[in-house]
């Protein structure tokens, strides 16, 4: 499995941003797939996920409303739609999939087996 993160880049604060995490090596239809960050210094945190079915997605507190999470499974990809940047959104921004199919993770980072290389998002005030 192979993860490739990608759309990450310098916008000004109240921009958007999408990024794209193409998957090879396996059906994103039938594996969750989340979005984590590290901000310079800190350590890395949950951003988003959704729910092998599509059903169900989840997010930190501070991006809700402004962060979405959604799936093209004919092109094997996940998107993470980011408007409304702030500067501590500043992160280099990666994807991660369990190794489990049609399950379900915590917002843990262990429970996510393969990761992408991480695509660097930078907000400016």
């Known amino acids: 499995v192979q993860l490739q993160a990608s759309g990450g880049g310098l916008v000004q604060a109240g921009g958007s941003l999408r990024l794209s995490c193409a998957a090879s090596?396996?059906?994103?239809?039938?594996?969750?797939l989340g979005w984590f960050r590290q901000a310079p210094g800190k350590g890395r945190e949950f951003v988003a996920a959704?729910?092998?079915?599509?059903?169900?997605?989840y997010y930190r507190d501070s991006v809700k409303g402004r962060f979405t999470i959604s799936r093209d499974s004919t092109k094997k990809t996940v998107y993470l739609q980011m408007n409304s940047l702030k500067p501590e959104d500043t992160a280099v921004y990666y994807c991660?999939?369990?190794?489990?199919?049609?399950?379900?993770?915590?917002?843990?980072?262990?429970?996510?087996?393969?990761w992408g290389q991480g695509t660097l998002v930078t907000v400016s005030s």
């Open positions: 991660a999939t369990p190794a489990e199919r049609f399950w379900t993770p915590t917002k843990s980072e262990s429970d996510f087996r393969f």
């Open positions: 090596g396996r059906d994103v239809s039938n594996y969750a």
């Open positions: 959704l729910t092998w079915s599509g059903a169900d997605t």
